[in-house]
């Protein structure tokens, strides 16, 4: 039987097949012969996701920031965001790609696409598309059923959140992802939009610059409520203990500071909630 290549993935000609489509985050339908048994992950929300709706098995080599679940940590890791070793993951024959697509990725993401090798963005930037993202990766991977499950239980489980923290004050908050000197984010950002259930009021949120660079003299200025490091314990102490020598801030804003999950709070995947759901908890036993 002759086959041909087409530029929306693998279809066989001269032959009936009833196929699978999906639409990925670009808005490009991808079309794929069968349910993909062979898939590579180049993004660990999309690694978590596939795991989630139970085709972590299909999984044959991920990206070096996949770290859960623990399935795929023997997996061989075939790039990183911007390092994409297109020629390792040629080599696999994958039936399907998932990748975040950004600047940084496109050129390699490009190269596997012209090489034929079904590729498809993933890129949720909003709570509400992670399940959608979880039903289309379901579709493609032939997991539809559970994919829809997830899919319903995420949503019930998000709603529920909102719903029980929904009292919680609202606190004006310096969002901190670096220290040194002190970086935050604007509302734009994923991670910004994931903490607002806990009463999160974003200090930089409409700043212009996506990531702005923090002066000491602006935060005390400013004089916020709530300080959270989304960082690891380690990293967060060092952080806090910066904003604690400065007698200038209120003492109540030195005893408000939390530390936050960077990698959960920070992928748009399965763990969410109950990321979301500890940070709420831990800023509700702080000193009123």
């Not at 859960?68 to 965001?81: C, Q």
């Not at 790609?97 to 949720?124: M, N």
């Not at 709570?127 to 559970?146: F, H, N, W, Y």
């Not at 314990?233 to 500071?257: C, D, I, K, T």
Request: hydrophobic share 45%.
């Amino acid at each position: 039987m002759m086959r041909r290549l087409l530029p929306t993935g693998f279809l066989w000609l001269g032959c009936t097949w009833a196929g699978v489509t999906g639409i990925d985050d670009r808005g490009q339908i991808l079309t794929l012969p069968q349910a993909a048994a062979r898939v590579v992950s180049l993004s660990p929300h999309a690694t978590e996701l596939l795991a989630e709706v139970g085709a972590v098995s299909k999984l044959i080599a991920v990206d070096s920031a996949s770290d859960y679940p623990v399935a795929v940590a023997k997996l061989p890791k075939v790039g990183s965001y911007g390092a994409i070793n297109v020629e390792a993951i040629v080599a696999l024959k994958p039936d399907l790609v998932v990748a975040w697509e950004g600047p940084g990725s496109s050129a390699g993401l490009k190269r596997l696409r012209d090489l034929g090798v079904p590729v498809f963005a993933s890129t949720p930037g909003k709570i509400e598309q992670i399940p959608a993202a979880a039903k289309e990766l379901g579709r493609l991977v032939g997991a539809d059923a559970q994919a829809e499950r997830f899919a319903g239980k995420f949503i019930q489980d998000w709603q529920a959140l909102k719903l029980r923290y929904q009292t919680l004050p609202s606190h004006q908050t310096l969002l901190l992802v670096g220290g040194s000197p002190a970086i935050s984010i604007n509302d734009e950002q994923f991670l910004a939009q994931a903490v607002t259930p806990c009463g999160v009021r974003n200090l930089y949120g409409a700043s212009k610059p996506a990531v702005p660079i923090v002066s000491d003299e602006a935060v005390l200025a400013a004089k916020p409520e709530l300080i959270i490091a989304v960082a690891n314990p380690a990293e967060s102490r060092r952080w806090f203990a910066h904003w604690q020598g400065y007698s200038a801030l209120p003492a109540v804003s030195r005893q408000r500071l939390v530390q936050a999950d960077p990698i959960r709070l920070g992928r748009p995947g399965p763990r969410l909630v109950a990321a979301v759901d500890q940070l709420c908890r831990r800023i509700m036993a702080l000193p009123r």
